[in-house]
């Protein structure tokens, strides 16, 4: 038994979108604004792709909106803290 058997289509685009922002953006290390823009963009699709999953299967709520956007913001700043160079 399979732990996502009838939403394995949804993970599987939002794994392979993530890991093409990812290599996007370090790819795009050269310009830290299209850096930048890169990871929010890819925050942006997380945020709204994980919405429109729970629109499509009648469980949308507030709080699954508020928690998709902490979890993406928090994502957001913890990779931008790493491209950064840390704390220092």
Same mark, same amino acid.
């Given at each position: 038994? #399979?732990?996502f058997p009838k939403n394995k289509g949804y993970?599987? #685009?939002l794994f392979l979108v993530l890991i093409v922002g990812i290599v996007l953006a370090l790819?795009? #290390?050269y310009d830290k604004s299209l850096q930048f823009f890169i990871i929010v963009m890819i925050t942006v699709f997380y945020v709204?792709?994980?919405i429109l999953h729970h629109h499509l299967h009648h469980d949308n #709520?507030?709080?699954v909106v508020v928690e998709y956007v902490l979890v993406g913001s928090l994502g957001m700043a913890l990779v931008l803290l790493v491209l950064k160079g840390g704390f220092i």
């Amino acid at each position: 038994m #399979s732990c996502f058997p009838k939403n394995k289509g949804y993970y599987i #685009s939002l794994f392979l979108v993530l890991i093409v922002g990812i290599v996007l953006a370090l790819s795009a #290390s050269y310009d830290k604004s299209l850096q930048f823009f890169i990871i929010v963009m890819i925050t942006v699709f997380y945020v709204l792709f994980g919405i429109l999953h729970h629109h499509l299967h009648h469980d949308n #709520s507030p709080k699954v909106v508020v928690e998709y956007v902490l979890v993406g913001s928090l994502g957001m700043a913890l990779v931008l803290l790493v491209l950064k160079g840390g704390f220092i």
